[in-house]
Every structure is written in structure tokens, then in C-alpha cells.
């Protein structure tokens, strides 16, 4: 008898449950008067205004991680352009100390043969090329750079 009584009791709080709910739905209103219909009114509108304070809360703290992503990623951003500065003016330091050690007439980077050299353009003196071989040196030399003999004529 108390299992019956029981489970009648279960039955009715979920016939009311799902009539409240179809009610809350906006469903099977035509039945209710003013005050019920305000009441539901009223649920919703608490109902919205947690739905909401949740949804404000969950998007302010999702730009506050955004925000704190961001400044690490400008403060990595700002660490990168340093070390490329750095790089940088390493770079130039070594060429200024390849250009004193050896002087820009002594250096050409463009030549694909492993022998360094510059050709320096003096357009007010008229230049004659000829060719001459060198005499031959014993053997210790000859795996030496090749010297190349250049004669200016004037």
C-alpha cells in the first residue's frame, strides 16, 4: 500500500513538472489567468537575468585570457626583435672587422673561384691589358693560390 501511494505521488510531481515545463516553453497557456501567467512571467525573467550574469561572467573571463595571451605574446614578440637587433649589429661589427683586416679593394664576395679579388675602376686612366706567364717556382709554390700576371700599359 505505501509503494502504491508511493509511486501515484512520483506520477503527479512528474505530470507537474512537465506541465510547468510545457508552461515555461510557452506551451498550454490557455488555461491560466492573469496572476499565473504573470508568476511564469516572472520565473523566466530570473530565469534570464542567471542565464545572462553566467554568459557575462564566462565572456569576461575568457578576454582576461585572451588579454593575458596576448601581452605574453607581445612581451615574446618584443624578446624576438632584440635578439634580432643583437644579431644585427653582430653582423655589422664582423664586417667592419673584415673590412679593416682586409680592406674592401683586397675582397670580392661575388667571385665563384675560392681566390679573392677586386677589380677597382679608374675611368680617367686608359688601361691596356696583356697577359704574361710567370716563371715557373719549384714545387712548395705550385699549390699555392695561382698568381695571375697583369700588366697596365699606359
Known sequence: MFWQREAASLRQQLHNLQENHRQLMGEDLSGL???ELQSIENQLEVSLRGVRTKKDQILFDE???LNRKGSL?????????????MIGQENAELYKKIYEAEGPSEVNRDSPTPYNFAVVENRNVPVQLGLSTLPQQDDTEQSAAPKLG?????
Open 63 to 65: 578576454i582576461h585570457e
Open 150 to 154: 697583369l700588366q697596365l700599359n699606359p
Open 73 to 85: 605574446v607581445h612581451q615574446e614578440n618584443m624578446e624576438l626583435y632584440k635578439k634580432i637587433s
Open 33 to 35: 489567468n492573469v496572476k
